[in-house]
Nanobody
Framework: QLQLAESGGGSVQAGGSLRLSCAASGYTRMTNCMAWFRQAPGKEREGVAFVDSAGDASYADSVKGRFIISEDNVKKTRDLQMDSLQPEDTAMYFC??????????????????WGQGTQVTVSS
């Protein structure tokens, strides 16, 4: 089993930055794709950043150039740096992991493991 825990959410003004972290515990070696998703009230869950075990990352068009997914080798976390935040980025953000690398390749949404989520609120 794999457990994921997000941290780092909060409230910022438009144009500000936040850094989310995802800590994994358990059988971490079983995953080949990790991702950050978000879901705003009344909207479908959206994958915003994906990274496979080879380190290849991809991003949703809505966040490309503003968000970066990376690995913190000291904290052993998978982080999401979010810059130039806009009110439309307001959502609950979830960390997810999957055993299949194809989940990153095809940007699937049915991941095997999910965190509880952390709220990000951007005010204008």
């Amino acid at each position: 089993q794999l457990q994921l825990a997000e941290s780092g959410g909060g409230s910022v003004q438009a144009g500000g930055s936040l850094r989310l972290s995802c800590a994994a515990s358990g059988y971490t070696r079983m995953t080949n794709c990790m991702a950050w998703f978000r879901q705003a009230p009344g909207k479908e869950r959206e994958g915003v950043a994906f990274v496979d075990s080879a380190g290849d990352a991809s991003y949703a068009d809505s966040v490309k150039g503003r968000f970066i997914i990376s690995e913190d080798n000291v904290k052993k976390t998978r982080d999401l740096q979010m810059d130039s935040l806009q009110p439309e980025d307001t959502a609950m953000y979830f960390c997810a992991a999957d055993r299949s690398a194809s989940s990153c390749l095809y940007r699937r949404v049915d991941f095997d493991y999910w965190g509880q989520g952390t709220q990000v609120t951007v005010s204008s």
